[in-house]
T-cell receptor, first 111, second 117 residues
């Protein structure tokens, strides 16, 4: 079992739709959580951190469920420019810090 | 430009050759990371430095791979006797960790795309 798992998609949605991605992690030593966005042949860019209380940034909402060991990302009112791969990132604290990326979920937003 | 920079952006080499990549982190970031990414996968952690100390290495980092950060600023990643399976995007990231418990937000460079023929 992978340490961080995501549905690879692709998710094909029309503009204006709401779409949600989940990411599950297996290690209870997971300490910090992030969502990154990666465009084709570009580097990953931080989208948002994920906090236990949940957090929102404009059209994006992230949630963390430690009991069930998953994080989620909700995108409202999808734009064409939201088309990208969304990477779930978990940082483990096992004495040292280890960063684990999911394989990503591809999103296509169509007009 | 104060972001993470990497050089070269592209490298084509023949199997068996050695290659070296350079990463310049965001100024004053004390942590520097190397990752490898292949098509359809997320970045895979290779190693990281806190200042000049290499604190962790992945099992992916075979003895043909070596990374250095001699003065705690830029870093180099060398691959010796390259193999076709080494073809990938090599990403560098940096972060600033003031305290061990602080959340580690990493900022990525544009990557070096390696093709081994």
């Amino acid at each position: 079992r992978k340490e961080v798992e995501q549905d690879p998609g692709p998710f094909n949605v029309p503009e204006g739709a709401t779409v949600a991605f989940n990411c599950t992690y297996s290690n209870s030593a997971s300490q910090s959580f992030f969502w990154y966005r990666q465009d084709c042949r570009k580097e990953p860019k931080l989208l948002m951190s994920v906090y236990s209380s949940g957090n929102e940034d404009g059209r994006f909402t992230a949630q963390l469920n430690r009991a069930s060991q998953y994080i989620s990302l909700l995108i409202r009112d999808s734009k064409l420019s939201d088309s990208a791969t969304y990477l779930c990132v978990v940082i483990l604290n096992t004495g040292g810090f280890k960063t684990i990326f999911g394989a990503g979920t591809r999103l296509f937003v169509k007009a | 430009d104060t972001g993470v920079s990497q050089d070269p952006r592209h490298k084509i080499t023949k199997r068996g050759q050695n290659v070296t990549f350079r990463c310049d982190p965001i100024s004053e970031h004390n942590r520097l990371y190397w990752y490898r990414q292949t098509l359809g996968q997320g970045p895979e952690f290779l190693t990281y430095f806190q200042n000049e100390a290499q604190l962790e290495k992945s099992r992916l980092l075979s003895d043909r791979f070596s990374a250095e950060r001699p003065k705690g600023s830029f870093s180099t990643l060398e691959i010796q006797r390259t193999e076709q399976g080494d073809s990938a995007m090599y990403l560098c990231a940096s972060s600033s960790m003031a305290r061990r418990s602080q959340s580690d937000t990493q900022y990525f460079g544009p990557g070096t795309r390696l093709t081994v023929l």
